[in-house]
């Protein structure tokens, strides 16, 4: 098929600039401008990057319009239905679902790093109790680099494998350490024979003195939580782990940044925004108040768990969340939990409100996570602490297809510089 070329004229139309089109197998295709600024001396400006794709990628496919979010293909109401989080992750990391042997063989190889060196817990004891989770996880992880530094050659697809299976399979315990550290009860080693989440459960929620008895319902609620949180395309965290790689820094050091970005409210920090929202709110009563003030040009206060840059329909993971939170309340005999019955009523009210109708801003996966993972018994703070375990996955997987990408150059966007033009330094005595 003929090259598509997108013509640009210049201002003094005498400068036409010829862009080729580049089509993708799904979405919108990308006019490519990797020539503009030889062509033109002209740069893009995009701050936000809200038009700009930097990057190809066969991992994620989201539709915001459509509320479509595809993992290699796959919608994530049928894997959030009928595969387990090690299933995704085999799925991210390799490009298709295993069969039972090559699942076998994966969750074995997990199994073989689920320990962390004994060295790597001194660090927590650095730390305050009552530091935030995060702060304690983007040290510790940040750590794993000077443990693997001398092991892990970037180039080498082998080593770079090794270095997704060791963060997939240590970031439970890691994360759960976190969260035991903060309560002054000893670390819980993890059990080789147990599943992903009940592993996991059991490092955060269990102690010495007794046998640690899992909730399947709960287990299983977990699981899916990890599932929708695995990846997501380029949001703010990847693209983080991404320019951070690009560099040839190691895995592990990036991973860290990615944690650090994801900790913002107005990303992964948005789940404990909502559940501590939800706690200043307090009552259905109150809910116009809140509202009004989230409409309100002059209040920075935004509704947290509402709004996406990609969704401008309702978030699929979103929707599924909602289902999980009915299925936990359910086991729990919480279905008249207030906090749920608050949220739901919050949701009902906004999707009413015609603001958040022309807006398109609906729930996002972070509205209803807070609430499950409280039902839990998980503690606020370390909400998106769990968010980051989920999309560790995502970050390695994004990380490796960037590195083997033949395309790969070091991440280094320009600027439209608004400064001081030229001048020169007076002596100190005349300034
Ligand atoms: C995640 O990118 C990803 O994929 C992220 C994520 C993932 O899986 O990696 O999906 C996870 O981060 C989900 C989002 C969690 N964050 C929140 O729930 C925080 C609350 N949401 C907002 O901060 C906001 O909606 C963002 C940050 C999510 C999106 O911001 P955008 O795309 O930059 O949109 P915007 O700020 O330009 O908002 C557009 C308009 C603005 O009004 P105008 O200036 O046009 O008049 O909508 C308004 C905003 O004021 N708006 C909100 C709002 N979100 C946007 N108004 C009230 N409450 C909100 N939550």
């Known amino acids: 098929m003929a090259e598509e070329i997108l013509s640009l004229t210049g201002d003094n139309q005498d400068k036409v600039s010829q862009l080729p089109l580049i089509h993708g197998t799904l979405g919108p ?23 700009t794709a930097s990057c190809s990628s066969k991992i994620t496919y989201i539709d915001g319009d459509n509320g479509i979010l595809l993992y290699r293909g796959y919608p994530i109401e049928q894997l959030a239905e009928k595969c387990d989080f090690l299933e995704v992750c085999y799925l991210l990391l390799k490009g298709d679902l295993p069969n039972g042997s090559e699942m076998r ?46 092991v892990t050659d970037v180039t080498c697809h082998k080593d770079r494998y090794k270095a997704a299976i060791r963060l997939i399979a240590k970031m439970p315990n890691i994360v759960a350490m ?3 550290y903060s309560t002054g009860l000893p670390f819980i080693y993890p059990k080789r024979k147990l599943g992903y989440a009940e592993n996991f459960m059991r490092m955060m929620m269990g102690d010495p003195c007794d046998e640690y008895v ?37 895995p592990y050091a990036c991973v860290a940044a ?19 929202m939800l706690e200043e709110i307090g009552d259905v009563s109150k809910i116009p108040e809140y509202v009004a003030k989230a409409k309100d040009k002059n209040d920075p206060f935004r509704l947290m768990g ?28 919480l279905n008249n939990d207030p906090m749920f019955k608050l949220a739901m009523e919050l949701e009902r009210i906004a999707l009413e409100d015609p603001y958040f109708v022309e807006k398109k801003l609906y729930p996002n996966v972070d509205f209803y996570s807070g609430i499950v993972l409280r039902a839990l018994g998980i503690p606020t703070e370390m909400f998106t602490a769990i968010f980051a375990l989920s999309r560790s996955v995502g970050w390695i997987a994004q990380w490796d297809e960037m590195i083997s990408d033949p395309e790969l150059k ?22």
């Not at 490519?32 to 001396?41: E, K, M, S």
């Not at 319902?217 to 782990?241: F, K």
């Not at 990615?258 to 501590?276: F, P, Q, R, S, Y």
């Open 29 to 51: 295709s990308v006019v490519d401008i990797r020539g503009l600024y030889a062509q033109t001396g002209y740069f893009t400006y995009d701050p936000g990057f809200t038009s």
């Open 105 to 150: 063989e994966f969750v074995t190889t997990i199994s073989k790093h689920v320990m962390v060196h004994e060295q790597l817990t001194k660090f927590y004891s650095g730390f305050r109790r009552d530091a935030h989770p995060m702060a304690v996880l983007v040290g510790v992880v940040g750590a794993l680099s000077a443990f693997y530094h001398d």
């Open 178 to 180: 976190c969260h035991k």
């Open 214 to 250: 899992a909730n399947p319902v709960l287990i299983r609620a977990l699981d899916r939580i990890l599932i929708l949180h695995a990846d997501h395309e380029q949001n703010a965290s990847t693209s983080t782990v991404r320019l951070a790689g690009s560099s040839g820094a190691n």
């Open 258 to 276: 990615g944690i650090a970005c994801l900790w913002g409210a107005a990303h992964g920090g948005a789940n404990e925004a909502v559940l501590n």
């Open 306 to 333: 509402f709004g996406h840059r990609v969704y401008k329909n309702y978030d699929p993971r979103a929707k599924l969340m909602r289902q999980t939170c009915h299925e936990v309340l359910d086991e729990l005999n």
């Open 410 to 431: 070091i991440g280094r966007p320009r600027q439209l510089y608004r400064g001081v033009a030229k001048r020169d330094v007076k002596p100190i005595s005349s300034r």
